[in-house]
């Protein structure tokens, strides 16, 4: 039973992580100490923009719900294995199920 909760767990903190950066202005915030002082980025869209320009590796994961869900998937869920002490089959099955779960309350949302 403590597998299935830390599993649904996971993949709530998962969604939420994924619905925060995409709803809300904290990548803006997150990369303001990087962006110059004399450019005007004020939206997700100026920002996404930003990045594209300096590397648009990092912008397409960035930018992306399904890749950014994918590694955010493999650090919650190598995060909650390691403290509590599980197998990395559970590893495995957050990183691969948990951008899914992620995307669709995006989606949900989204509309």
Same mark, same amino acid.
């Given at each position: 039973?403590?597998?299935?909760? @830390?599993?649904? &767990? #996971?993949? @709530? *903190?998962?969604?939420?992580?994924?619905?925060?950066?995409?709803?809300?202005?904290?990548?803006?915030? +997150?990369?303001? !100490?990087?962006?110059?002082?004399? &450019?005007?980025?004020?939206?997700?869209?100026?920002?996404?923009?930003?990045?594209?320009?300096?590397?648009?590796? *990092?912008?397409?994961? @960035? #930018?992306? !719900?399904?890749?950014?869900?994918?590694?955010?998937?493999?650090?919650?869920?190598? +995060? *909650?294995?390691?403290?509590? #002490? +599980?197998?990395?089959?559970?590893?495995?099955? #957050?990183?691969?199920?948990? !951008? @899914?779960?992620?995307?669709?309350?995006?989606?949900? +949302?989204?509309?």
């Amino acid at each position: 039973m403590d597998n299935l909760f @830390l599993y649904i &767990l #996971g993949s @709530l *903190i998962n969604s939420w992580f994924i619905c925060t950066w995409f709803f809300t202005s904290l990548p803006l915030h +997150l990369f303001k !100490p990087f962006i110059d002082k004399d &450019l005007e980025i004020y939206s997700w869209e100026d920002w996404s923009n930003w990045l594209m320009l300096k590397n648009d590796f *990092i912008a397409e994961l @960035l #930018g992306c !719900p399904l890749c950014l869900g994918f590694w955010s998937s493999l650090t919650i869920a190598t +995060l *909650i294995a390691n403290v509590n #002490g +599980l197998d990395y089959k559970f590893i495995l099955a #957050g990183w691969f199920t948990w !951008p @899914l779960i992620a995307f669709t309350f995006y989606k949900k +949302l989204e509309k």
